[in-house]
């Protein structure tokens, strides 16, 4: 893709769908990664940081999943990202679950571990059009994570319990979910407008107290 990055994050989407199609790639996975790209490439725009650090792909990742998703793209190349133990531990559960430990799925592993960090909902924070899309991502590719989240628990929320469960801690009180004062918290509606189509049409994104806590 020889033409410069654009403040236009739905012109983007545009083009790497149709950059997908015409390369036959798969159509709900590129979706996905296009979703995810779009709305980095207009964060690093506007919070004027390098991609990587919103993705949390390095450069040769990058050209992977435009190799995978975008045939002939040619995205902005950043260097590589930093991380913490914490977005590690949430990749490797991510990448142990995976459902064919394809090159895709590590790809996805990396960059959904990363907006994971971001403040909204994590569909919204991948750029999705609503939590059912979250949820086919998680069931196509992370089959295993989908079965053991049967009960619904928001996503972030579900992650960071793995994850505290897997170093030996205790994050909930409660001895079930059904006793905890915090209950509506982990499992209430994920309400809200898809952020890609927000930014799209010139408007910034909310920032609401979704995350981990």
């Known amino acids: 893709m020889g033409r410069a990055w654009t ?36 964060e690093a725009l506007h919070e004027d940081t390098p991609l990587c650090e919103l993705t949390g792909l390095d450069d040769a990742e990058t050209e992977a999943l435009a190799a995978i998703c975008f045939p002939g793209a040619r995205l902005p190349l950043s260097g590589t990202p930093a991380r913490t133990q914490e977005e590690q531990a949430l990749r490797d559960i ?58 619904d628990m928001k996503w972030k929320k579900f992650f960071y319990r ?11 009180s409660a001895p079930v979910c059904t006793e905890c004062d915090d209950f509506d918290a982990c499992f209430g509606a994920e309400d809200g407008e898809s952020l890609l189509a927000r930014m799209a049409n010139g408007r910034p994104a909310p920032m609401q107290p979704e995350a981990r806590a």
């Not at 990448?95 to 971001?118: D, F, G, K």
């Not at 919204?124 to 939590?131: A, E, N, V």
């Not at 793995?162 to 909930?172: A, H, K, T, V, Y």
């Open 162 to 172: 793995m994850m505290c469960s897997s170093e030996g801690f205790r994050l909930c």
């Open 94 to 151: 991510l990448w142990m679950n995976s459902a064919a430990a394809s090159v895709l799925e590590i790809l996805l592993s990396r960059m959904v571990a990363r907006r994971c960090q971001r403040p909204n909902h994590l569909w919204q924070d991948l750029g999705l059009g609503g939590r059912t899309e979250l949820s086919m991502l998680m069931q196509r590719h992370f089959p295993r994570l989908a079965a053991r989240n049967g009960a």
């Open 7 to 42: 403040d236009h994050s739905g012109e983007a989407y545009a083009e790497l769908i149709w950059l997908g199609a015409l390369g036959g790639a798969d159509a709900f996975d590129t979706h996905l990664a296009a979703s995810i790209l779009a709305l980095a490439l207009r």
